[in-house]
């Protein structure tokens, strides 16, 4: 039995999308672009027209006319400019935030899943010690201890404590930014703090403060922050939860459920004694 992955969260994107204003600029600057052969195109002809001094071979003024894709993308363009936000999208930056923390969080469950794994042998021996009642079951514990490597590494130990710390870390991080994200008060609040400080929220610095229980967003050229606490003070973000809550939560999620411990080493290894 294979343990899954926790995957991102499909909702979120993988990128930044254009900037409304670029899109027009660069749909504008098109048809501008055509506008301008166009004019020199009829001034050289307006000049050699009347006086014969020389001509085109007579297909030039299709390198300016605007096509059906240029005239489209100009009005899109406009019709997106009508909720363009000048101070920047202040969700938008907080579920990209989220979206890399929660690749560094898939990339730490990877590495803690492959370490688990060269670590399951203690359970392999805490099974048969457990289960080993008659001598004749002792002994047998006695033969596997005894003819196999069951010796495990402090590097591997090492490994397995610090990828545990980063899958907290980035995990906390990730759930925080993706809750402020989609708080609209709180939202309002950051996007209100980039406007005081005439910023844009792409050009802000986003982090999360364990310590101070909240996610704040720093302006560019300035030593302000605006700040939203996640532990109740504001905006009805109340998201910590107690060791037991988060232990209760664990026994609930398919990445336990499926895992070594849960199933028991002669389940996931052999695929016998499984409850079915």
Request: net charge negative; proline share 1%; hydrophobic share 40%.
């Amino acid at each position: 039995m294979k343990i899954k992955k926790i995957l991102p969260l499909c909702l979120l994107s993988s990128g930044l999308a254009a900037n409304e204003l670029d899109t027009l600029i660069d749909a504008s600057g098109a048809i501008s672009k055509q506008i301008e052969t166009a004019s020199l195109i009829i001034g050289a002809a307006t000049m050699y027209g009347h006086t014969g001094v020389g001509m085109s071979t007579g297909n030039l003024s299709e390198q300016a006319h605007i096509s059906t894709e240029q005239l489209d993308a100009y009005n899109a363009a406009l019709q997106g400019m009508v909720n363009f936000k000048p101070y920047g999208d202040v969700q938008t930056v907080l579920e990209e935030a989220a979206y890399q923390e929660i690749e560094l969080l898939d990339q730490a469950v990877t590495v803690f899943t492959e370490v688990a794994t060269e670590l399951m042998v203690a359970v392999e021996v805490n099974e048969a010690a457990v289960e080993a009642v008659s001598p004749v079951e002792k002994e047998q514990v006695q033969i596997l201890v005894a003819t196999n490597d069951l010796t495990i590494s402090q590097e591997s130990v090492d490994t397995f404590n610090s990828s545990l710390d980063q899958v907290e870390e980035h995990a906390n991080t990730a759930s925080a930014y993706l809750a402020v994200s989609q708080n609209k008060e709180a939202v309002a609040f950051l996007s209100h703090g980039a406007e005081n400080n005439n910023s844009n929220a792409d050009l802000s610095s986003v982090s999360y403060d364990a310590n101070r229980q909240w996610v704040s967003m720093s302006w560019n050229n300035t030593n302000n922050a605006s700040a939203v606490y996640l532990n109740g003070q504001n905006f009805g973000l109340d998201l910590y939860m107690t060791d037991a809550e988060v232990l209760a939560a664990g026994t609930t999620s398919e990445y336990y459920n499926s895992s070594l411990v849960a199933n028991g080493y002669n389940c996931y290894v052999n695929q016998m004694e499984c409850d079915i």
